[in-house]
C-alpha cells in the first residue's frame, strides 16, 4: 500500500512539472476538420461491414433453417424407402445370427 501512495504522489509530481513546462495549444482547425472527416468515415466503413456480416450470418441462418425442414419433411413423407431400408437391416441380422447359429 506505501509502495502505491508513493507512485501515486510521483506520478502527481510528474503531472505537476509537465502541467508547468508544457503549454497548451489548440490545434489548427484545418487539422481537426480532417481529423473529423477521416474517423467519421472509418466509422461509416466499420458500420457497414458489420450490417454486412449480420446479413451473412442471417441469410445462412434461414438457409440451414430451409434445408432442415425439407429434409424433415422429405424423410417423413418417403416412408417406403424407410420401410426398405428397415427391412434389409432385419434381413441382414437374420442373415449373420444364421451364419454364427451354423
Same mark, same amino acid.
Given at each position: $500500500?506505501?509502495?502505491? &501512495? ?8 510528474? /503531472?505537476? #512539472?509537465? #502541467? /508547468?513546462?508544457?503549454? @497548451?495549444? %489548440? @490545434?489548427?482547425? /484545418?487539422?481537426? +476538420? +480532417?481529423?473529423? %472527416?477521416?474517423? +467519421? #468515415?472509418?466509422?461509416?466503413?466499420? =458500420?457497414?461491414?458489420?450490417? *454486412?456480416?449480420?446479413?451473412?450470418? *442471417?441469410?445462412?441462418? !434461414?438457409?440451414?433453417?430451409?434445408? $432442415?425442414? !425439407?429434409? !424433415?419433411?422429405?424423410?417423413? =413423407? +418417403?416412408?417406403? &424407402?424407410?420401410? #426398405?431400408? !428397415? ?12 451364419? *454364427?447359429?451354423?
Amino acid at each position: $500500500m506505501a509502495k502505491q &501512495n508513493r507512485l501515486s504522489k510521483d506520478l502527481l509530481k510528474i /503531472e505537476g #512539472q509537465l #502541467q /508547468e513546462v508544457l503549454q @497548451p495549444i %489548440s @490545434p489548427r482547425t /484545418e487539422f481537426v +476538420d +480532417d481529423l473529423r %472527416s477521416r474517423l +467519421d #468515415q472509418a466509422m461509416i466503413k466499420k =458500420t457497414t461491414t458489420k450490417r *454486412v456480416k449480420v446479413g451473412l450470418l *442471417v441469410a445462412g441462418g !434461414i438457409v440451414g433453417l430451409a434445408v $432442415m425442414v !425439407i429434409s !424433415i419433411i422429405r424423410s417423413l =413423407t +418417403d416412408r417406403d &424407402n424407410i420401410f #426398405q431400408a !428397415i427391412s434389409n437391416g432385419f434381413a441382414r441380422l437374420r442373415k449373420r445370427e444364421q451364419a *454364427v447359429s451354423v
